[in-house]
């Protein structure tokens, strides 16, 4: 079945710019959504259809694809933006969606 | 306010049945697509399945090792969607959400599910 690959970690400093990736054949014809889940609640959309910011959601948060990679940046990563991040996506039949693993995210 | 409240988990025994619930609130719950999202303790979220809109077919999807245990379904006159859930496997265990599908994005705050041996 299909498959999201991302790095199980990410750590930056506070001010960095983090960049989450997210890789998947179909990619480059199914965008993906980006989730945040801190611990112990519901994920939050932070993007969607691979560049789009649902409102409330700073700027620092963008998104980016290429081929067959999408990346979540968080410019200027705050500790608050300490977290799980998830890519979402469809395979190429458009019927069947997954998750990626999850990457921990830690500003310190 | 727009709202999802799920319920229906609880313990139930390896190869027994469960009907969780979502109850939605404070928007058009009968032209949204409706995801089933669930999370194994200190693991990562996985989609288990969509119900599409009746006006868009009103199908349901599902992820490939789930289907023919799991039937997602909704009643658009109770504002519900559904999870049917057979043949449970204690590796089922988790936190169940409903969520909407695309923009905006709902949570509810999930029902807990525990498939004991």
């Known amino acids: 079945s299909y498959e999201l690959t991302q790095p199980p970690s990410v750590s930056v400093s506070p001010g960095q710019t983090a960049r989450i990736t997210c890789s998947g054949d179909a990619l480059p014809k199914k965008y993906p959504f980006w989730y945040q889940q801190k611990s112990g609640q519901a994920p939050v959309l932070v993007i969607y259809?691979?560049?789009k910011r649902p409102s409330g959601i700073p700027e620092r948060f963008s998104g980016s694809s290429s081929g067959t990679m999408a990346t979540l940046t968080i410019s200027g990563a705050q500790v608050g933006d300490e977290a799980d991040y998830y890519c979402f996506s469809a395979d190429s039949s458009g019927h069947h969606w997954v998750f990626g693993g999850g990457t921990k995210l830690t500003v310190l | 306010e727009v709202q999802l409240v799920e319920s229906g988990g609880g313990l139930v025994k390896s190869g027994g049945s469960l009907r969780l619930s979502c109850a939605a609130s404070g928007f058009t719950f009968s032209n949204t697509w409706m995801n089933w999202v669930r999370q194994a303790p200190g693991k990562g979220l996985e989609w288990v399945g969509r119900?599409?809109?009746?006006?868009?077919?009103?199908?349901?999807d599902y992820a490939v090792p789930l289907k023919g245990r799991f039937t997602i379904s909704r009643d658009d006159s109770k504002n519900t969607l559904y999870l049917q859930m057979n043949s449970l496997k204690t590796e089922d265990t988790g936190l169940y959400y409903c969520?909407?599908?695309?923009?905006?994005?709902?949570w509810g705050q999930g029902t807990l599910v525990t498939v004991s041996s």
């Open positions: 259809e691979d560049t």
């Open positions: 969520t909407t599908h695309g923009v905006p994005a709902v």
């Open positions: 119900s599409k809109s009746k006006t868009d077919g009103g199908t349901a």
